[in-house]
């Protein structure tokens, strides 16, 4: 299987985390994904948290690469296997997933939890001065809609 390797520069500014995601939005039509497909929702929905975290955190540029597969015989909008999402940054610090409180409100802590729930696997490693957080994300992805019925009080214990 080949893959298809595209990638965005971002800028330490929370304002890009709305341009990372119009811009894979974009890849993934070009790439023949409907946007509208569980897995087109779910890349978009981890795109944000993990450039969310690199900018956030680091306060640093980052760079987003997406790794497509390609297959010759492609074909009903869906990848031919799974989907790579990766973020580099200019932090070594390692990805901490915090558990959010049981507020239902509270809006800082989801981020990996759902890269978690979402994808296949998902890590990190070194890379030169930084990191790079990935995850691998499967063309039966679940609805980027988790939220639905995860019981939060649960996962904060």
């Known amino acids: 299987m080949q893959v298809l390797q595209v990638q965005l520069a971002v ?3 929370p304002a ?3 341009r990372a995601r119009r811009w894979v939005r974009s890849r993934l039509l070009n790439h023949g994904v409907d946007p509208d497909a569980p897995v087109a929702e779910t890349v978009v929905l981890v795109v944000s948290e993990l450039v969310t975290n690199a900018v956030v955190h680091t306060g640093c ?3 987003l690469r997406l790794c497509l597969p390609v297959e010759e015989d492609q074909a009903g909008g869906e990848p031919a296997g799974p989907l790579r999402v990766e973020v580099a940054d200019a932090s070594r610090t390692a990805p901490a997933p ?3 409180g049981a507020d ?3 809006t800082n802590g989801r981020g990996l939890e759902l890269v978690e729930l979402l994808c296949e696997r998902w890590g990190w490693f070194p890379d030169g001065s930084g990191k790079r957080v990935w ?3 499967g063309a039966d ?3 980027a809609d988790p ?3 995860v019981d939060w009080a649960a996962l904060a214990q």
């Open 147 to 149: 939220l639905a019925g």
């Open 104 to 106: 239902e409100n509270a």
């Open 141 to 143: 992805a679940r609805p």
């Open 16 to 18: 890009e985390v709305g």
């Open 61 to 63: 540029p980052a760079v």
């Open 11 to 13: 800028q330490a500014d």
């Open 98 to 100: 915090r558990h959010a």
């Open 135 to 137: 995850c691998e994300i």
